[in-house]
T-cell receptor
Framework: GNSVTQMEGPVTLSEEAFLTINCTYT??????LFWYVQYPGEGLQLLLK?????DKGSNKGFEATYRKETTSFHLEKGSVQVSDSAVYFC????????????FGKGTTLSVSS | GAVVSQHPSRVICKSGTSVKIECRSL??????MFWYRQFPKQSLMLMAT?????????EQGVEKDKFLINHASLTLSTLTVTSAHPEDSSFYIC????????????FGPGTRLTVT
């Protein structure tokens, strides 16, 4: 079946450090891939997405590249801020209309000044 | 962007009572809505897929008689937790597909249910 595996947290970084959160997936066909962010006390927000191999999604300084050969979609940011502290979820969705997202377990990021 | 609301945001109820949670798409029509459950420090678990005008499709292990889902219109889906027990305490999140935006999925802010 389809699944998403992301690195266990929590990830604790100092401000301006480089961030990588690993995400790999298992899916039949060619799914769309997503990163969602959940700030404390808030709902999930779409951070970025990629719909086909070699696509790079980017937003707010975060990037992730859809790597079909390694079935990965790792999230990166060159310089994190305290305001980036949140839980990050990697997710996939098959390209069949009306299907739900399948989420990884989430990675908590804590950035200190 | 598209907005999905949930009501209430927090609810505390006594064991044995029923609780209804509403999920609304405020500025788009959602033919499909999803209900997720999030346990502390864990991922979102899909509970059911709700299609407007038809019965919901439940994931394996989710009791459909306990978690009643109604999707009566293109902008409203409800989840009713019947005869709630403390183990039903959780964070319930709905999301809705916007068919006019390539089925982009938008999430509500969630409802924190505590059963005492």
């Amino acid at each position: 079946g389809n699944s998403v595996t992301q690195m266990e947290g929590p990830v604790t970084l100092s401000e301006e450090a480089f961030l990588t959160i690993n995400c790999t997936y298992t899916a039949t066909g060619y799914p769309s891939l997503f990163w969602y962010v959940q700030y404390p006390g808030e709902g999930l927000q779409l951070l970025l997405k990629a719909t086909k191999a070699d696509d790079k999604g980017s937003n707010k300084g975060f990037e992730a590249t859809y790597r079909k050969e390694t079935t990965s979609f790792h999230l990166e940011k060159g310089s994190v801020q305290v305001s980036d502290s949140a839980v990050y979820f990697c997710a996939l969705r098959t390209n069949q209309a009306g299907t739900a997202l399948i989420f990884g377990k989430g990675t908590t990021l804590s950035v200190s000044s | 962007g598209a907005v999905v609301s949930q009501h209430p945001s927090r609810v505390i109820c006594k064991s044995g009572t029923s609780v209804k949670i509403e999920c609304r798409s405020l500025d788009f029509q959602a033919t499909t809505m999803f209900w997720y459950r999030q346990f502390p420090k864990q991922s979102l678990m899909l509970m059911a897929t709700s299609n407007e005008g038809s019965k919901a499709t439940y994931e394996q292990g989710v009791e459909k008689d306990k978690f009643l889902i109604n999707h009566a219109s293109l902008t409203l889906s409800t989840l009713t937790v019947t005869s709630a027990h403390p183990e039903d305490s959780s964070f319930y999140i709905c999301s809705a597909h916007d068919r006019d935006r390539a089925y982009e999925q938008y999430f509500g802010p969630g409802t924190r249910l505590t059963v005492t």
